[in-house]
């Protein structure tokens, strides 16, 4: 006889090899879901090695499984480990069906990958759609061209995974950015299923400042952020470029490397930024929102939750996005800039600091994103504690009521 709890649990599974995008997203997704409800407790599967960083809400833990890390060809290997990445990767499928078994969700949420990282959740989902617990997947706004998306789809067998486990598939934005899923074979039963969140709304707290940037928060600036750091060498170089061609830039320039920045790279801008008075720069920030609240302006490369904190923030950005490996940022960025809520720098036209110079210069001048009046814009975290609410107040017996309904 199944006993009847009085409290929920939500586990939340985020592949995490690469970057911040995905662990700042569930995060986010976490505290709001506790926030909305006191009987709820979240738990969090990452593969992140630096979420023991972030503070978490009461009520929201996480366990971290073993790194892995995708090489420029494509292949997967493991971060801190030397076994080889199938080893990894079943080290990493045990830990998550094994934490789904004892902490026994209600509600499932699945970031971005429907199977996991080459599959290592299908056995979970396996198991927990037996128990009736709610299958549910989370998408960004805009995955990559649509192209490229269904060669990768089809190879990792995503589009099947759709029909065959998800009860419910929220896209994290809005169609008139974008249909993450344009272009592939998605059947019409799946289609029913998706519901456009809107943004997910973010907030600030105090910042954790350092006593060489206390005196810049007290006066304007442009936050330079390139997200994780990873692959934002070439933004923070056409950044100093423009601050060493031009001594008379207007606001000064808060950099924030991120954590994945090679630390020779890192060491290199810095050792430039230190001879400039109005360029400083930090590593990292857990609390990136609260430095973003205090600028009068953004340069960003405008991946997800970057783009979030801009329009949550209402601030003014310019947004030089990436083009490789993914189109995400490019197709994100050049729709958001047709929809009046910032300004777009192509890559080509960003490489010569005195166009970045100007770009940054006018920034101050262009209208908020809230100037743009787009109906829903930032009802994501509403719409997800919406959705959450409903499948975790229908229980399982609800969930397996709806599955027979789609399958009549």
Known sequence: MTVRRHHKR???YSHDSFGLGHLRRCRAIAHSLVDEDPAVSV???SGSPIIGSFDFRSRVDFVRVPGVIKLRNGEYVSLSLHIDIEETLAMRSSIIRHTA???????LIVDKEPLGLRGE???TLDLLQRRGTALVLGLRDVMDDP????SEWERKQAVPALAEYYDDIWVYGLPEICDPLAGLPVPTSVRRRMTYTGYLRRSASEPQATPDIL???ERDFVLVTPGGGGDGEALIDLVLAVYEHDRAMPLPALIVFGPFMQPEQRAWFASRAARLENVRTITFNARLESLMARAAGVVAMGGYNTFCEILSFDKKALIVPRTAPRLEQFIRARRAAELGLLTMLPEEEGRDPRVMAGAIRRLTEQPPPSTAMIPGLLDGMRTVNRRARRW???GRA???AARERLEA
Request: proline share 3%.
């Open 101 to 107: 078994d004892i902490f026994d969700p209600d509600l």
């Open 398 to 400: 609800g969930c397996f």
């Open 121 to 123: 959740v299908r056995d």
């Open 215 to 217: 005196d810049l928060l």
């Open 147 to 150: 192209e490229a998306l269904e």
């Open 10 to 12: 939500v586990l939340v």
């Open 392 to 394: 975790l107040d229908e």
């Open 43 to 45: 738990l969090i599967l």
